[in-house]
């Protein structure tokens, strides 16, 4: 079994910044590919960021220069900086820890709000 818990999500004004956590725990480990997606009321699904267990990162375009994705292995921890923030940000952001299994494992999400 694999637990994903995220958490740092809340309210910002546009421009500013957040950082995401997603703590990993039970039957995983370091080669696990660990991913951020969002979803906004309304809309799909879409991935954000993604980071390979051999530390391979691609990005979203609408994303790429503003976040940043990070793992510590020993924390067993995946990271999302988020920087000059802006309203079409606003959305549930989940984290996904996949291997083997074509779906993977999913945390419950966690709400950013972005708003003057």
């Known amino acids: 079994q694999v637990q994903l818990v995220e958490s740092g999500g809340g309210l910002v004004q546009p421009g500013g910044s957040l950082r995401l956590s997603c703590a990993a725990s039970?039957?995983?480990?370091?080669?696990?590919?660990m991913i951020w997606y969002r979803q906004a009321p309304g809309k799909q699904r879409e991935l954000v960021a993604s980071?390979?267990?051999?530390?391979?990162?691609n990005y979203a375009d609408s994303v790429k220069g503003r976040f940043t994705i990070s793992r510590d292995n020993t924390k067993m921890t995946v990271y999302l900086q988020m920087n000059s923030l802006k309203p079409e940000d606003t959305a549930v952001y989940y984290c996904?820890?996949?291997?083997?299994?074509?779906?993977?494992?999913w945390g419950q999400g966690t709400q950013v709000t972005v708003s003057s």
């Open positions: 039970g039957s995983i480990d370091s080669r696990y590919a």
């Open positions: 996904n820890a996949r291997y083997i299994r074509p779906s993977g494992y």
């Open positions: 980071i390979t267990g051999g530390g391979i990162i």
